[in-house]
């Protein structure tokens, strides 16, 4: 098991930030720039993505080049790891200007153009792919890693979850970041089990369908309580530095941070801001400055930002998977319960979008491992290029629900107020563009 530290580490960065770049660099940083231009002009896109690629052709070491010099923090899971790396960079502006790939572009090539646009920044908060952790953190040599959960995600063509927990542990084995890790995912856990200095975090895990058995010898874990364990081997949660404790987070000292300023709703984004909160403190952010900053965000990516669109307010939910879905219902729920959010009242329409394109993932079989119950009573409208998928599931769930040809004619069947629309990943996007999020 890991040894649990609450400080960070020396970090032996090789040059400054902004440093002098290389010719090839050079060129490679400008044919970057140039090729997003050309791509955001052509509609394609951001540019992120196509201008990296073109650079790392062109200089396969930019990467380290363009983060040699700073204080990098990673920041990897199956879920919350945009509005993870979001909160984390607010709370290092405390000092001093900060690069993110903020936008989600969390593959080395949207990795890359993002370092590229700032070269001057001390500090930089990179979400990355839960795939390409090992490879990103070998070449950007980070001072802290957060981990926050892992589970099921994208079956047609992401690695089975103990499978990628292993390739963690193996990637990240005698690194010198010290690894900020959620000590109530036993993924996580394993993940982390190599690494010298890690600290703890109890930020819950509501989805545990995937972590029912030992990664270790493959017993099956034990949950009496929080305190997870194998019924076979040592193998435990570990005692947690930092803590979710309802509304506030506890800090090593046992110090409580209330966290009911924060505008980003939710228990998943309380245990997000309390991951952020311990990886600050690792660059002397006290928790209480932290949180305050933190309390500066109202949306990441357009996620739970609430917007009017035919005479309706609709809130934007993304919800990507089924550990994902769960933490958006209860999400939902909790608010109907303490009397709606935002003048909705409870039992507010839901509004359900799916579709299987190539960066959901093709396979919807997931949709089966997804507890819609938790809809019964509410009126559910159901749009999305996979809708009749979606509505055979509610059907079975005993859920009733109308199927809408598009989010205009769904929209004007719902009563005037508050709509909470959750949608995968590209059918996200596509009601962000359409409703002018």
Known sequence: MTTTVASGHDHDAAGEAGAPLPPRAKVAVAASKVTGAVSRAAGRGSGAVIGGRVALRLDPQLLARLTAGRDCVLVSATNGKTTTTRLIAEALRALGP????????????????????????????????????????????????????????????????????????????????????????????????????????????????????????????????????CAKCDFRRPAPVWSLDGDALRDPLGVRVELGGLRLPGRANRANATTAAAVASLFGVDPQRAVSRMEQVTAVAGRYDTVTYRGRRLRLLLAKNPAGWLETFDLVAAEADAGGTDGGGAGHPVLLSVNALSADGTDTSWLWDVDYTRLAGRPVLVIGQRRLDLAVRLQVAGVEFTVYDDVDAAVDAAPEGLIDVIANYTAFQQLRARVGA
Do not use: F
Not at 147 to 161: F, G, V
């Open 98 to 229: 900060v690069v993110s790939n903020a936008l989600g572009a969390n593959m080395p090539a949207g990795i890359t153009a993002a370092m590229a646009s700032d070269r001057d920044a001390r500090h930089a908060v990179i979400e990355v792919d839960e795939k390409y952790l090992p490879t990103v953190a070998a070449q950007t040599k980070p001072r802290a890693i957060a981990l926050l959960n892992l589970s099921r995600d994208q079956l047609d063509r992401a690695a089975e979850t103990r499978m990628l927990a292993q390739r963690w542990r193996d990637g990240l084995a005698g690194t010198a970041a010290t690894v900020v890790a959620n000590c109530d995912d036993p993924l996580v856990v394993w993940a982390a089990g190599e690494v010298a200095n890690v600290v703890w975090v109890a930020a819950g895990q509501a989805w545990q369908e995937d972590a029912w058995s030992c990664p270790r010898c493959g017993g099956v874990l034990q949950r009496p309580s929080a305190d997870w364990h």
